[in-house]
């Protein structure tokens, strides 16, 4: 070392002497800086071992002050183990020597760990040795811990005289050291050693280090202890698969033949991992000597594989007469490369009577792949027995092989109704517009009932599949408007499933040709419409039709839907009340109508009201005072009080029901007031416990409730005293509800 370099270790060793403020009284949560500043230092100093063995003995002066934190100390230790593990320069003998005292310590035992124990070199194993035989309690616990991280074969023997200490504690963690470190005598101290879980594990560990061929001869033994637990000779059992490959297929075909259901269940694990020379054509040709459920686990793992060395075996289970071993195969087929004669056994098995295997059988068809496979497919829905075609025909769409497009049209003409069946629904799976025109004919020209169904119901699934937009679905409407009463009746179930204006109109027209049998049908189609686009064609049904009885029906639909459906009241849904309200020749016809207006605020809605004169005026005066704006709303507590009068089933109000929660809408003008109806969309059972409801014109003075009730499910619909009327109107929930909530959807004033 040259004489520049002794003069600079002379300057640091006296630096280390001098007081380190900021780094001595580091806190967890404080000022971090002289810890930075360190870690920059260490980063800078590299691999220079004249630095490093400065910020060693500078490191090392900061343990020994009596005055620094724990923080420190642990900050400290951690970085001076950091430099330590570098091995760049030869510890200080004085480094060693601290360490060494502090590993003893009930106190700074942790922290000379944090230091040494990453560290290298052979004088440290014996410094964790000697303060292990000085230690109890929980510094001996963690030097046991740091013996067998650091793999200290040196440690052996006093921790195999720690394996019968009266401690639990000590004796499993000295034995788990052991399996860390490993080796013949590690491993032979704890096979002497009592059997707990915490030997167990470390016998495998320890066996599972040894050199090839030791591991496998010390794993099979495991293996074969019964005494030991089960996962301990299972994990043993496995991995000595993998040790000795060479046997694997034999040891494995032994233990699946025997009845231990540890060894069973890793070794059906193994067959779908292990990488055994010749595993599954042994193991295959070895299936049926085992019990059944274990070929079904076995047939299992080979299909995770996708090995085509079981094939065979697997094609011969397909006709086991166990269920299990049965199912079991037909799935793995699917998983396996296939060929025409896999296709053929699997469409056989699809078109037999065991509907659970048939299935299963029709899920690998779908999923069979390999040369040859999509020929006979082709081939067998073509020609053949009509069940075996009927599958075949449904794998085509199952497999969208477009190229059967042709031999499915062709179907149409095929004396099997079943072969027509199979090849109508493919055709609604796999056909595109240009194949409408053809399903259309199909449809009209089917005389089966079934038949002409499964063709209706392929018409709308390809018209469906076509971008949304007007004239998708013309071909049908003509098809429908062109048809006979008796024929539309027949297609009219297709208008409800596509749902949406254009085929409301469609059904409409039906209505009005004068077929009572098609018009009463059409009115019931639309009255299940799942959106207001068939409110105009009920309307035009109502107007229009000169029969009396589509006429009333179609009316009593509008009804229904609004009392249903709730949504953001229009201008043009003014104009379709009116066009029925023309329709009424009596004020009893025109009641439930005008009462639909109380929901409108604009100028046809007034008109119409007023027009009617006394008749009208109550509806005429909650229509202007609608006009007024939205009512204000204000809430006991909680977010989203707008929410409530949005007409979105998505957004809510909600609080928790404490029995002391409340709604107020403020309507600016005092006005008629007949229900309320607080509907909770989806949180069906989060009603008002019970409920309380004032009405008044002025917010400080609401006087007595003038309703009051127990909240329902789904909807709470509050019916109000005749002749209310106010601005103001709270909704209290006066009863709480244990570990629930108040909430509401939408408020709807009526």
Partial sequence: MSRFSLLLLLAVALRAAEPAPGLAGLTYSGDQSALEALDREIGAAGADSVRLAALESRLLGVLQRKDTAFAARQAVAQRLGSILALGKTPAQPQTYRVLGNLLADERDSDVARLALEPAAGPAIDPLFVTALGKSTGRPRLGLIDSLGRRRAQTAVAPLTALLTNPDPATADAAASALGQIGGETALAALASAPVTPAVAKARLAAASGLPAPASGTALRKLAGEAKLPAAVRAAA?????????????????????????????????????????????????????????????????FARRADPAAGSAIASAAKHPDAEVRAAAVSALGFLPGSSATAALLAGVASGEDSGAA??????????????????????????????????LEALALRAMSEGLPLLLAARKDASAPVRLAAAAALGDLGTAAQLGALLEWTLGATDDAEQTRALRSVVNVILRQPAGAGRGAALFSAIDQAAPAVALRLLPALGRMGDSESAACAARQALRGDAKLADAAVAALGRWPDASAVPALVDIAEKSSLAGPAKAARDAVLRHHGRIRNVWTESSSVLVGRLMAKETDAAGRAPLLALLHRARDTAALKLAESLGAEGALAAEVIRANGKGEPGVRVSGGSGARNVLDFKSSTRWSVPAAGEEWIELDFKVGRPLRALTLDQSTRTGEFPEKYEV????????????????????????????????????????????????????????D
């Fill in 237 to 301: 059992f496995r991995a000595s698969l993998d040790a000795n490959p060479a046997d694997a297929a034999d040891r494995l075909a032994a233990v699946l033949a025997g009845s231990d259901p540890a060894l069973k269940s890793a070794g059906l694990e193994a067959v779908a991992a292990s990488a055994a020379p010749g595993l599954v054509a042994s193991l295959a040709s070895k299936l049926t000597g085992f019990d059944s459920g274990t070929q079904a686990s076995l047939i299992a793992a």
């Fill in 694 to 749: 004032y009405v008044s014109d002025r917010a400080e003075a609401a006087g007595p409730p003038v309703a009051s009730g127990t909240g329902q499910r789904n909807q709470t619909v509050i019916a109000l005293p005749a002749g209310t009327r106010g601005r103001y109107v709270t909704i209290k929930n006066v009863a709480p509800r244990a570990d629930s909530s108040w909430t509401v959807t939408d408020l709807y004033v």
């Fill in 359 to 392: 299935k299963l059988a029709r899920q690998s068809l779908t999923r069979l792949n390999g040369p040859g496979v999509s020929a006979a497919i082709l081939a067998g829905a073509e020609r053949g027995e009509p069940a075996l075609r009927a599958v075949y």
